[in-house]
Nanobody
Framework: VQLQACGGGLVQPGGSLRLSCAAS????????MGWYRQAPGKQRELVTT???????KYVDSVKGRFTISRDSAKNTVYLQMNSLKPEDTAVYYC???????????????WGQGTQVTVQR
């Protein structure tokens, strides 16, 4: 199983970016999908998650600005980020809880990270 994240970049404050993360391989089923971020010198923090049923959760600092969504047919999770602020600058990682076709168990998989930089 591989997770390929993309969509990061450099944007000015107030701008928008859309991240995507696609899971590929021998996948039986995907449960929760989510995004984390890690700023320089800080611990990785949870940003948002979405369940298989579509229930979304957000950290307070991004509520109203970020939107998570998923396309189950494509095994892909998205993060639409609007009204970006300099404090959103970080490496963003996707995390997917899934079960492989030859396994009875679910485990977490991480994407490689994509850099988001918000500055003038």
């Amino acid at each position: 199983v591989q997770l390929q994240a993309c969509g990061g970049g450099l944007v000015q404050p107030g701008g928008s970016l859309r991240l995507s993360c696609a899971a590929s391989g021998s996948i039986f089923r995907i449960n929760d999908m989510g995004w984390y971020r890690q700023a320089p010198g800080k611990q990785r923090e949870l940003v948002t998650t979405i369940t298989r049923g579509g229930i979304e959760k957000y950290v307070d600092s991004v509520k109203g600005r970020f939107t998570i969504s998923r396309d189950s047919a494509k095994n892909t999770v998205y993060l639409q980020m609007n009204s970006l602020k300099p404090e959103d600058t970080a490496v963003y990682y996707c995390k997917v809880e899934l079960r492989q076709s030859d396994s009875m168990y679910y485990r977490n998989y991480w994407g490689q990270g994509t850099q988001v930089t918000v500055q003038r």
